[in-house]
């Protein structure tokens, strides 16, 4: 008998066999999402992270061809949301949409967070910037930075402020505010956003910092006073109201971004489609105007730049909290 051409072919099938095994990661990869996608918030619905959550799950929907859902899941100043995606399947299906919270606000100031800001995620992408403004009641005798900071100084005790929740990136920037102004005054913390707004127009509290994002249905309606934002530049949204470095203050320099990660060890090629599906989006011009009529500013910046922002701005975070002995609830 021959056996040569018998071994020749079973040699063939399994080499050809081989090859189709080595293929099959790359396959099941290639057709990501294969099921709808979880994007889970880490607060209650209405906020500007939900907002611009939302907006990034119904674009991705469209442009990956499965359903975004997405879960609402607030508590632990972010740590629940974030402590369940680090610990889900890392295929791509479920994401984590969250602000300077998550990545380095919490890590500055806690020790027994469920994940870690650094290894338990892989960053896609940056897709907006919110500004942090600082408001006014409308009885308080300050309408602009000089007038803000000479309040300030002359009768601390009389003055507070408050954040959306201690710890939060209001409470960071109104501690980096104030330390550049050269005045201390009482921090009050709320829980979220509204409550802190419903007593800033009550007159309960004659300050705030909050995102320009939940100020501006209420600077539009004359309920509260805008004194300066706390970036840069000027907000798109608001370009009358000034920055605090225009009034002399250049170490003011504070915002808010909304990152999207995915748990680590996510497939590069997940990851790749993932990003390059982000960047088209933010480049959309309607897009990019829903985001600003939300008080975002629309900013793509890749995974690369995403790791270095964390890594940039977690040593900063850590010096603010021990300046101003800033702790958690």
Same mark, same amino acid.
């Given at each position: ?13 399994? $080499?050809?066999?081989?090859? $189709? ?14 099921? *709808? ?11 500007? $992270? ?13 442009? +990956? ?5 997405? @879960? ?8 629940? #949301? ?7 399947? %890392? ?27 650094? &290894? ?15 408001? !006014? ?42 330390? $550049?102004?050269?005045? =201390?005054? +009482? ?6 956003? !509204? ?14 910092? @909050? ?9 539009? #309606? ?10 840069? &530049?000027?907000?798109?949204?608001? *370009? @009358? ?25 996510? %497939? ?11 960047? =088209? ?7 990019? !105007? ?27 975070? =850590? ?11």
């Amino acid at each position: 008998m021959h056996f040569a051409p018998v071994f020749r072919r079973l040699a063939l099938a399994v $080499a050809g066999l081989a090859t $189709a095994l080595a293929a099959l990661p790359v396959l099941a990869e290639g057709t990501y999402p294969s099921k *709808p996608i979880t994007l889970v918030v880490p607060f209650p619905p209405g906020g500007s $992270a939900d907002t611009v959550g939302r907006l990034m799950g119904q674009q991705l929907s469209e442009a +990956l061809g499965q359903p975004v859902i997405i @879960d609402n899941r607030p508590g632990a100043g972010t740590a629940i #949301a974030a402590g369940l995606v680090a610990k889900a399947q %890392p295929d791509g299906h479920t994401l984590l949409i969250s602000s300077g919270s998550t990545f380095t606000a919490n890590p500055a100031i806690r020790t027994n967070l469920p994940y870690d800001a650094v &290894k338990s995620f892989d960053p896609i992408a940056v897709v907006a910037r919110i500004p942090l403004i600082v408001l !006014a009641n409308t009885s308080v005798p300050a309408n602009n930075v000089k007038e803000f900071v000479a309040a300030l100084r002359a009768t601390p005790d009389k003055y507070a402020y408050a954040s959306f929740g201690s710890g939060s990136t209001s409470h960071f920037t109104g501690e980096i505010v104030l330390r $550049a102004v050269g005045a =201390r005054i +009482l921090h009050v913390p709320y829980k979220g956003s !509204a409550p802190a707004m419903t007593d800033l127009i009550g007159g309960q509290v004659p300050f705030s910092v @909050d995102t320009v994002t939940a100020a501006l249905p209420q600077l539009k #309606a004359g309920k509260v006073k805008a004194i300066a934002v706390t970036t840069a &530049k000027r907000s798109s949204q608001l *370009p @009358d109201v000034p920055t605090f470095a225009e009034a002399g203050y250049a170490d003011v320099d504070a915002d808010t971004w909304i990152m999207l990660v995915a748990p680590k060890g996510t %497939p590069a090629s997940v990851r790749q489609k993932l990003e390059s599906a982000l960047a =088209r989006i933010v480049a959309v011009p309607a897009v990019a !105007a829903q985001l600003r009529a939300n008080g975002a500013e629309p900013l793509f910046s890749g995974s690369a730049a995403s790791v270095t922002l964390i890594e940039k701005e977690l040593p900063l975070m =850590r010096a603010v909290a021990q300046r101003a002995d800033i702790r958690p609830d």
